[in-house]
Nanobody, 125 residues
Framework: QVQLVESGGGLVQAGGSLRLSCAASGLAIGTCGMGWFRQAPGKDREFVTSITWIGGGTSYADSVKGRFTISKDNAKNTAYLQMNRLKPEDTAIYYC??????????????????WGQGTQVAVSS
């Protein structure tokens, strides 16, 4: 059974930093593309960033480019989202997602087969 468990969310002041983790079990993330999405209250879930399963190619939403960094440690079977210079508009539930093995990553939620339960990030002004 595949499980993705996010952690690291919390309340932070604008300008601060958080690092989210996504621990996977039942799946080798070294063979999977990984993505982070977020959903703010009253809004649709939106793409934040992704990383390919091979080569480590990354893609970012314009709203987070230069502030957020995705990475993964295949040995620990964990993906990360480093968030710097946080803004109040970054407040949302953040979800990690994994593609099926050896599948290209996508910027849409339909490209991912597995999802975590989400972790809340709140940024105060």
């Amino acid at each position: 059974q595949v499980q993705l468990v996010e952690s690291g969310g919390g309340l932070v002041q604008a300008g601060g930093s958080l690092r989210l983790s996504c621990a996977a079990s039942g799946l080798a993330i070294g063979t999977c593309g990984m993505g982070w999405f977020r959903q703010a209250p009253g809004k649709d879930r939106e793409f934040v960033t992704s990383i390919t399963w091979i080569g480590g190619g990354t893609s970012y939403a314009d709203s987070v480019k230069g502030r957020f960094t995705i990475s993964k440690d295949n040995a620990k079977n964990t993906a990360y989202l480093q968030m710097n210079r946080l803004k109040p508009e970054d407040t949302a539930i953040y979800y990690c997602a994994a593609s099926l093995p050896y599948q290209a990553v996508a910027r849409t939620s339909g490209g991912y087969a597995y999802w975590g339960q989400g972790t809340q990030v709140a940024v105060s002004s």
